[in-house]
């Protein structure tokens, strides 16, 4: 599984570093980094949660 990132959608919410925070940190001025952008199986619902819950819906999957 790969993180996918449209910077042009994400706005800073934040929602996907509560859903998952060892995954997306949030910097205060709004900016994403992806701290495991092929994080490990154990925490695929963790990363399902905040694809499905960034209002933006600025973040997908790719299966490898």
């Given at each position: 599984?790969?993180?996918?990132?449209?910077?042009?959608?994400?706005?800073?919410?934040?929602?996907?570093?509560?859903?998952?925070?060892?995954?997306?940190?949030?910097?205060?001025?709004?900016?994403?980094?992806?701290?495991?952008?092929?994080?490990?199986?154990?925490?695929?619902?963790?990363?399902?949660?905040?694809?499905?819950?960034?209002?933006?819906?600025?973040l997908s999957i790719e299966e490898d």
């Open positions: 599984m790969r993180i996918v990132v449209d910077r042009d959608l994400c706005q800073g919410h934040a929602a996907c570093e509560g859903e998952a925070p060892t995954v997306f940190s949030v910097s205060k001025k709004g900016e994403l980094t992806v701290l495991q952008p092929e994080p490990p199986e154990e925490l695929r619902a963790q990363v399902l949660m905040a694809v499905k819950y960034c209002p933006t819906h600025a």
